[in-house]
């Protein structure tokens, strides 16, 4: 499945991509632990839980598969053992 994006002049379409990287639901995650406490201390209340993850944006042309954005993000992005990741490809302008 090819992914379609917007037209630079006549030939190159560009596709904006997001990969949003997270730890997985079971893992301790400090970082965000650390900005709940945070948060109190700073006179925010309500806030009962933060996860802290990664967010990559690639501008890719129309040759690159969904795949081969997926097979990037389970290989280079992402250490699927410890992190979930999710590929959004953005519409075109």
Do not use: C, W, Y
Not at 18 to 37: F, S
Not at 44 to 52: A, C, E, L
Not at 55 to 84: G, H, M, P, Q, W
Request: overall charge negative.
């Amino acid at each position: 499945m090819q992914i379609s994006g917007r037209k630079i002049g006549e030939e190159e379409t560009v596709v904006h991509v997001v990969v949003n990287v997270m730890p997985k639901a079971e893992i301790l995650d400090p970082q965000g632990q650390a900005v709940v406490r945070a948060l109190g201390r700073i006179g925010v209340t309500g806030v009962t839980d933060v996860r802290q993850g990664k967010r990559f944006e690639l501008e890719v042309d129309s040759s690159v598969s969904r795949e081969d954005i997926e097979k990037v993000a389970e290989t280079l992005l992402a250490n699927t053992v410890i992190e979930d990741f999710e590929v959004i490809v953005e519409a075109g302008e």
